[in-house]
């Protein structure tokens, strides 16, 4: 895997390999992708095996320009049009059924066949430009393993591929994404829109735009029509369990499992907040009878409930930093799934397959 700076000749480049069948892992505002041409299904063919990722798991189509939209999709309602309007380019995916006549497993797996397809437009100027001079249709997921968590730079991309015979061809560099979690997942395919995975673009942020209350649905047993829907998704290897309540009911149950597990090197993702109050406890903890216990614990901050940018920017950082650190388990304090909380939330679910305590109060 090349790695290229993401000037205007590492942009050529990349273009080329995706334009000649190859794969390229580039910059979006979200995370990561891993790009390939979508209507090649060897290139995409590629991308699953190099993400070892399932066959049934769908893949974002990525475009340049809205009015591409209409390559993809049979029918594109007009309240699509005025999502695509008020946030593309930018952080919004929508699922549209099929035009006819397309490859059947565009939008997913060559093996496969599919009548929706994801589309965006990104906002990151890199993966724009990239798209735009390839000429292509580019499918991109997340540029990570499958299950683990999302790359947000470009290390996070070496790191994931380092010892892999099917690396992608080219890893270009273009610093630190904006955003951190990936795309808000809408499906367009009804007489109204369905959030099918939260994203920067909220359902508040969505509704206003269309003067209506957005709704998150999936159905139980469908097809996946959104990437992260059926599995294990956005993991880090250590079993993390989320901590709902008050923040000196959190950090209450966070030194009592650090005491009681003294064989465990436990990781603890929390805010300022409660990591003051767990400090104020630092003596009781550190002393049993007469001698003095030292916990195996690594301590990363969550970031102020009220910053939940960067909260969202960091989070995959912090679960692949306990990865490094080779924490046993991870104790993380919950958010308010309202705005992107939602988005977060979602992600903190699923890395940590549903384990969740309410404590007192629910967060």
Same mark, same amino acid.
């Given at each position: 895997m090349r790695l290229v700076k993401a000037d205007e000749n590492g942009i050529q480049q990349a273009a080329g390999v995706i334009r000649n069948g190859g794969c390229v892992a580039?910059?979006?505002?979200?995370? @990561?992708?891993?790009?390939?041409? =979508?209507?090649?299904?060897?290139a995409v063919r590629a991308v699953y095996a190099a993400k070892d990722r399932p066959? #049934?798991?769908?893949?974002?189509?990525?475009?340049?320009?809205?009015?591409?939209?209409?390559?993809?999709?049979?029918?594109?309602? #007009? @309240?699509?049009?005025?999502? =695509? #309007?008020?946030?593309?380019?930018g952080p919004l995916t929508l699922v549209v059924r099929k035009k006819a006549g397309l490859p059947p497993y565009v939008g997913g797996h060559p093996e496969r066949e599919t009548d929706t397809a994801g589309v965006r437009m990104p906002s990151h100027p890199v993966a724009l430009a990239v798209i735009r001079a390839s000429g292509c249709i580019v499918a991109a997921p997340s540029a990570n393993k499958a299950g683990t968590p999302?790359? %947000?730079?470009?290390?996070?991309?070496?790191?994931?591929?380092?010892?892999?015979?099917?690396?992608?061809?080219?890893?270009? #560099?273009g610093g630190p994404v904006e955003v951190g979690v990936e795309s808000t997942v809408v499906d367009v395919t009804g007489d109204a829109p369905v959030i099918l995975r939260p994203g920067a673009v909220t359902a508040e942020m969505a509704g206003e735009v269309l003067g209506q209350e957005i709704s998150g649905s999936v159905p139980s047993g469908s097809v996946p029509r959104a990437p992260g829907m059926k599995y294990r998704h956005y993991a880090p290897k250590a079993t993390m369990t989320l901590l709902s309540g008050p923040p000196k009911a959190v950090a209450s149950y966070i030194t009592t499992q650090i005491v009681s597990d003294i064989d465990a090197h436990i990781g603890v993702l929390a805010s300022p907040g409660v990591q003051n109050y767990i400090n104020s406890n630092w003596n009781l903890m550190s002393v049993q009878g007469?001698?003095?216990?030292?916990?195996?614990?690594?301590?990363?901050?969550?970031?102020?409930?009220?910053?939940?940018?960067?909260?969202?920017?960091?989070?995959?950082?912090?679960?692949?930093?306990?990865?490094?650190l080779g924490v046993d388990i991870i104790l993380a304090?919950?958010?308010?799934? %309202?705005?992107?909380?939602?988005?977060?939330?979602?992600?903190?679910?699923?890395?940590?397959?549903?384990?969740?305590i309410r404590l007192g109060v629910d967060a």
């Open positions: 580039m910059p979006t505002e979200t995370v @990561y992708g891993l790009g390939a041409d =979508a209507f090649n299904p060897e066959g #049934d798991n769908p893949l974002i189509l990525h475009i340049a320009d809205k009015v591409q939209l209409t390559d993809i999709a049979a029918d594109v309602p #007009d @309240y699509a049009w005025k999502l =695509a #309007d008020a946030f593309w380019p999302s790359p %947000t730079c470009a290390a996070h991309v070496e790191d994931d591929y380092r010892d892999s015979a099917l690396a992608p061809d080219m890893l270009l #560099d007469d001698s003095v216990y030292t916990p195996m614990v690594s301590v990363l901050t969550l970031g102020d409930g009220g910053d939940l940018p960067a909260i969202a920017k960091n989070l995959y950082a912090n679960l692949r930093k306990f990865d490094e304090e919950a958010l308010p799934e %309202t705005g992107l909380g939602a988005a977060i939330m979602d992600r903190m679910n699923k890395a940590a397959q549903g384990r969740r």
